[in-house]
């Protein structure tokens, strides 16, 4: 394929998204402000309890940073879509359709999950943009927008790989629900790494989920340079095995693929 | 003359999950799952030549499907050589692809909730089509198939044989070699069957496109074919023209059988039917209330007639048609 194409299978998955309003209201809307206003409330509640230096790690302001910006990330790096897509495509026959054109199905969804993402990238910026205007650290910003961009291509490689599941299930609901919990929970989205035990600390800290959710959350509000070093590390060690996955497993579905009848 | 396709000893075996009886069988299964084996293609070998329209019959279940998938590089035989186009089509390659195009009847790769001209545009980049090809053969084909109200609208929106065209369209954008048609027509009315076929003859006079078609409407395979094979549980049954196919069913009749007073009843016609059993190579088309219906060879018909010439029976003589003649095949086959 070439550069037209991968901009015309980007501008598909937009216009793809973009028809769908109703989803896009309720992604961007209801299912990003209903939770911040359940955090919100929540922390407001803990913080008034309790004396500032008695929580761990972030001031009131720093946890509604936070949570604006996982909140965000986690609609950003939401890979419901792909895995729908993958599964529709392997239950009703539609892989077959696809596999005759001289297209790679990998990068064809790559793109598409790309431009699916562009609405969803804008929150992202928006937050950046709060974040300048309120005085923030602009290294801490710029690391935000960077690490949310390069984290998309790492995300697909998670939701992909996931998707892929589907070639074994015959629903993609039990693939669905994993995703969004892991993101939720390991991934940072209820509760930020630092109030989780001691114990936990590594799963948390190490997991997949967390490079594409709360890393770069954490950014915004300290950033430093071990915590890019970390970020950066478990980025590349994270990127070989999810790639190794993908292509083992793809190529294996693709041999046990039989088509959906005649 | 070179070959378009060239099929050497091509096998195809599913292995398919063995259904489980009881709680304990399920755990075995899902612990140590066991399979049966499904022979899907045994030993299929034709060759087709550039150019041709071939139409694959069979009935449900006998291995159209799994053979086009093979030949479009969907699936890889369990054993056997499979060249399309000088290619092994398993490999994929894109040289490959590019000069093939494949419409699956009832699967769309057209996206559902986009305008119809989104996907094709976006396939346009794919095929690397220059853009004067584009409009052209965009234009040829949205007036051909009668397309140009429809492709602004979303793919939901349009009727099955209005998404069919547009598959059809997608597929014959970028100019293929070879298409394959896998059950193409199947719930279309009459008008869009007609359409399809039409512009199929078209194309294949004006450049030569090379046709592979499976449908179980025989009208198309009638209508666009040169060629015929028929295959029935895996193996192939015929492989011929469809004039050689003609001859062979040309050796038949059909014979109407009713009765010349109505009022004597259905004990006479059963009476006729008894009478029949004698001959072994006829068959009953069609058993009614009122009339039967054989399909009997040529050289039978005589002593028929010599046999029911008491007046009780009115015997008419029709030529068979294609269908009936495919129909009585596929039962003589079964019982086999």
């Not at chain 1, 998955?13 to 402000?33: K, P």
């Not at chain 1, 602009?138 to 984290?151: A, Q």
């Not at chain 1, 509000?221 to 915590?227: A, C, I, T, Y």
Request: aromatic share 12%.
């Amino acid at each position: 394929m070439n550069s037209p194409a991968y901009l015309q299978l980007v501008r598909t998955g937009l216009l793809s998204v973009y028809r769908d309003r109703s989803m896009l209201i309720t992604d961007l809307l209801i299912a990003t402000g209903v939770p911040f206003f359940i955090q919100f409330a929540i922390w407001r509640f803990v913080y008034e309890g309790a004396s500032a230096d008695q929580l761990p790690q972030y001031s009131l302001e720093e946890t509604y940073l936070y949570y604006v910006a996982v909140l965000a990330l986690n609609r950003l790096n939401n890979t419901y879509d792909l895995i729908v897509r993958v599964s529709t495509h392997v239950h009703e026959g539609q892989l077959e359709g696809i596999f005759v054109k001289p297209l790679n199905y990998f990068t064809y969804n790559l793109f598409v999950f790309l431009g699916e993402s562009i609405l969803y990238y804008i929150p992202i910026l928006l937050i950046a943009m709060f974040v300048i205007f309120s005085g923030g650290d602009l290294v801490g910003v710029l690391g935000f927008i960077t690490l949310s961009l390069v984290n998309l291509l790492f995300c697909f490689l998670l939701g992909f790989l996931l998707s892929l599941s589907t070639f074994w299930l015959t629903r993609p609901d039990m693939t669905l629900g994993f995703q969004v919990i892991m993101a939720s929970v390991i991934g940072g989205t209820l509760l930020p790494i630092a109030y989780w035990p001691d114990y936990l600390q590594p799963l948390m800290r190490y997991n997949p989920f967390r490079l594409i959710i709360s890393g770069p959350a954490e950014f915004l509000l300290r950033p430093n340079v071990d915590l890019v070093l970390e970020l950066g590390c478990l980025y590349i060690i994270w990127f070989a095995i999810m790639w190794v996955a993908c292509k083992f497993t793809f190529k294996h579905a693709c041999n046990r693929y039989s088509g959906a009848g005649g | 003359m070179s070959n378009l396709i060239d099929l050497t000893a091509v096998n195809k075996c599913y292995f398919l999950a063995r259904e489980t009886v009881g709680l304990a069988a399920w755990c075995k299964q899902l612990v140590k799952p066991s399979y049966e084996p499904y022979q899907a293609l045994a030993d299929v070998n034709f060759t087709v030549p550039k150019g041709a329209a071939v139409g694959f019959i069979g009935p449900n279940g006998a291995g159209k499907s799994s053979l086009i998938k093979i030949l479009c590089g969907i699936q890889k035989p369990t054993s056997g050589t499979v060249r399309v186009l000088g290619h092994n089509p398993s490999l994929r390659e894109k040289g490959f692809l590019h000069r093939i195009g494949a419409v699956f009847g009832h699967k769309t790769s057209l996206w559902w909730d986009l305008p119809v001209k989104t996907s094709l545009d976006t396939y346009k980049e794919i095929y690397k089509i220059k853009d004067v090809d584009y409009r052209k053969r965009l234009s040829e084909l949205t007036d051909s198939l009668n397309l140009s109200k429809v492709i602004h609208k979303p793919v939901r929106n349009l009727s099955l044989g209005e998404r069919v065209k547009c598959e059809l369209t997608l597929n014959l954008l970028h100019s293929p070699e070879l298409i394959f048609l896998d059950e193409p027509t199947v719930g279309l009315d009459v008008t869009s069957k007609y359409e399809i076929r039409k512009y199929l003859n078209y194309k294949r006079k004006e450049s030569n496109l090379s046709v592979f078609l499976t449908s179980h409407d025989l009208g198309d395979i009638e209508s666009c074919c040169d060629d015929a094979i028929i295959i029935d549980k895996g193996r192939i049954r015929f492989d011929g023209s469809m004039r050689d196919l003609s001859i062979i069913f040309k050796a038949n009749i059909k014979l109407n059988v009713s009765l010349q007073d109505l009022t004597l009843g259905e004990a006479r016609l059963l009476r006729f039917k008894e009478a029949m059993k004698v001959f072994g190579n006829i068959s009953l088309i069609n058993d009614g209330p009122t009339n039967l219906t054989y399909l009997v060879p040529k050289v039978l018909v005589g002593e028929i007639f010599d046999m029911f010439n008491d007046g009780t029976y009115d015997l008419e003589v029709l030529p068979m048609d294609f269908e009936n003649n495919v129909v009585n095949l596929f039962k003589s086959w079964s019982s086999e």
